[in-house]
């Protein structure tokens, strides 16, 4: 079947408006070209039209043909000279260490690993025309199933009025932009500056698959709360700069304020801090690749790593939990992640946050989560589960995932942090929309 795409099909917010759950699971994509990247939007055959009647053969990288899989699909739209084909196909996530098998693939470590971390969206001068030509509009249709928040801005703020917004925001690839070195993932003063006004209007959490103190190094905004290590480390101010008493667990922090604190894994850290010294030695000699201790999650990543090593890298990662089976093994950008095995994730921490700040099971809240991983598809899920909730992937390529919103990169997610706050500030009665990045008053 052959489905079309135009770059300006009109947005889709039908799921939003019925804050109603995405059926599909998050899949594993695996993209036969590297042109496209990986962990685009697959299950779909995606031919320029242009590439494909000037004869070029199919099998070059940028006239050819896409084959990808993932288990969303995509709407008909109309065509700008671009067509996509696309065909449905179940995919399986990795759960455990080992190969696992999707109803007749094979699908590897590697794959998964390969799947993760797309190259950027590059501009039309660094690259093809036509490889060009077909990002875009693979982007454009994807688009279409997650529209931007930033266009989407009106109708969010019109689903929370009268609704206690609360934000939540992961922290590698939302505020920071994603670097090589994880040392360096920095924060902008800007993007500071923005997320500290925007506390003094909406509780707001940092949601981390970092230590959680390392975060707090990189954020510096003791107003916010901070749930480290994939949500297994807790801890807030005991009531929120925008007014709220947080319930949960007290403690007294460094300079003995109030706060609450909560690591649901706390019997687990004496067994992560031995592995992630036999990860540390063991993965020694494989060229780029550094472990990070995240507390309650040891991080091995393979960013730097050459991709004839992946393989090995993970064959040692698996060979040291063979011996830790309360361990569990998962993905993320160009990471393995050594996570403890217990029924604790991004999504149970957001939900723990909700209730503390007295949420639970209301309908006066509009949670708002923002990240770009698949850690955070735990977050979007339960959002989605919930009467209200505004989940916003971060990406600037088409990526499987249960988010109902996107943003192309940390730039944007600034932009609608900042709308939020002046959205706030002038009151929601008083909006009147925003058109070419203005804003109105009525
Ligand atoms: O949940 P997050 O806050 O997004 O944390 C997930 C991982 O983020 C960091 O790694 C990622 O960012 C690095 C710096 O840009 C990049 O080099 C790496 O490839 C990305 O995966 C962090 O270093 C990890 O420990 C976190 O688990």
Known sequence: MIYKCEPDCPINFNRFDQGNIESAEVGLLRASLSTLGEGMVGGMSLRSKRATLGGESPATPCAGTVSLLTNSSLKPAATNGTSISIKST???????????????????????????????????????PEAFEIKTAAYSAWLDKHPSALSSFDKVVKHA????????????????????????????????????????????????????????????????????SHGMDIMGPAKSSSGFKVNGTRVKDKKGNDVVF???????LPMMDKVCSILNETTRTVKGARVE?????????????????????????QNVLKEYPMLNLTHGRKVLEVRPSIAWDKGKAVNYL???????????????????????????????????????LVSSIP????????????????????????????????????????????
């Open 90 to 128: 179940a995919v399986a996530v990795p759960k455990k260490h080992g190969p696992y098998a999707d109803k007749g693939h094979l699908i590897t470590w590697v794959d998964a690993m390969r799947s993760q971390s797309p190259p950027r969206f590059r501009s039309p001068h660094e690259e093809a």
């Open 161 to 228: 009025k009268s609704k206690q917004i609360v934000v939540f925001l992961d922290y590698d690839g939302t505020l920071s932009p994603i670097v090589d070195n994880p040392d360096r993932a920095l924060m902008s003063d800007e993007m500071r500056a923005t997320v500290k006004e925007l506390a003094t209007y909406f509780p707001t959490a940092i949601i981390s698959g970092r230590a959680r103190p390392k975060v707090y190094d990189f954020v510096q905004l003791s107003e916010l709360y901070y749930a480290g």
């Open 262 to 268: 909560f690591q649901p894994a706390s019997e687990y």
């Open 293 to 317: 201790h995240n507390k309650y999650c040891v991080t091995v990543h393979f960013r730097l790593v050459k991709e004839e090593l992946w393989e090995g890298l993970v064959t040692k990662v």
């Open 354 to 392: 909700l209730n503390s700040l007295g949420f639970a099971d209301s309908s006066d809240v509009l949670p708002v989560y923002i990240g770009d991983d698949r850690t955070d598809e735990d977050a979007f899920k339960l959002l989605n589960g919930m009467k209200h909730g505004c989940s916003i």
């Open 399 to 442: 990526k499987s995932t249960k988010a109902t919103l996107s943003l192309r990169e940390p730039s944007e997610v600034m932009e609608f942090l900042g709308r939020l706050v002046n959205w706030k500030k002038w009151g929601p009665e008083k909006w009147n929309g925003v058109q070419n990045g203005r804003y109105f008053m009525n």
